[in-house]
């Protein structure tokens, strides 16, 4: 991995300016940030310098993140994403990849954390499987700015989920109407105050009840991971997910 890249960051909100952050701390070249809305940014990618960057990290909203990756592809840039809330343009994004012969990593959810929690949740629905007196539910609690509900970590854990367990087949987002499907994972969700995020896993049967938590502290470690996750894909080509660096750096 480059040991100090420099880095564009696409979206200054809470998440660019916690990247942001980290890079001056950590000493790495002044960082080239793209942000419309933002004061000494650059507007749109097509103004901003970035043949001088190595890697791009794009964290913004739903309607625009697939055009500025797209933008980002189309002129040589590996990228990063951790915006949700797009996923009916990923496979256009995809075939771009593929055809520039590109490099791109999506999550998510960055954060390590998660990504063990979610190893325990897959793990926890496989021997629920052997238990049908047990019921699974899933509830994510954000903050008010949030767009997307449910969370794009709710939505791969309830993948997750549905992989693992026999009985589960599909999801479903409460309210419904109608009798509940017991072969449907039902997700909650909540949207209050700061709250960085909290993803909630409950089996209950009438004996008991048993129930996994992933609370976020903050954006450091959502940060963190993504600038691990920049350094790692310099230099590399295809399509990535969180899982394949993940591998690659403990297996190496």
């Known amino acids: 991995m480059k040991e100090h890249p420099r880095i564009g960051i696409i979206g200054y909100g809470r998440m660019g300016k916690t990247l942001a952050r980290l890079v001056d701390e950590r000493g790495w070249p002044q960082p080239v940030i793209v942000d419309p809305t933002a004061d000494a940014a650059f507007s749109s990618v097509a103004d901003a310098p970035l043949d001088s960057v190595d890697v791009c990290i794009e964290f913004t909203q739903p309607d625009t993140a697939a055009d500025n990756i797209l933008s980002l592809l189309a002129g040589g840039m590996p990228v990063v994403s951790g915006t949700t809330g797009w996923d009916s343009r990923m496979d256009a994004v995809g075939a771009e990849v593929r055809r520039l012969d590109g490099a791109f990593l999506h999550a998510n959810n960055f954060s390590i954390g998660v990504y ?114 920049a350094q790692w894909i310099i230099g590399k080509h295809g399509i990535f997910t969180l899982e394949d660096m993940i591998h690659d750096l403990t297996t190496a």
């Open 116 to 229: 063990l929690f979610s190893e325990l949740v897959r793990r926890t629905a496989e021997l629920m499987s052997a238990f049908p007196q047990y019921d699974l539910a899933l509830h994510e609690s954000h903050h008010r700015g949030k767009k997307d509900v449910p969370s794009g970590t709710a939505n791969t854990l309830a993948k997750r989920i549905i992989d693992a367990h026999a009985h589960k087949r599909s999801a479903a987002l409460l309210p419904v109407e109608g009798p509940l499907d017991p072969e449907t994972l039902y997700i909650s969700a909540s949207r209050i105050g700061h709250v960085f995020g909290e993803h909630q896993i409950t089996a209950d049967s009438e004996a008991d009840s048993i129930t996994l938590t992933h609370r976020a502290k903050g954006r450091l470690g959502f940060a963190d991971g993504a600038l691990t996750a």
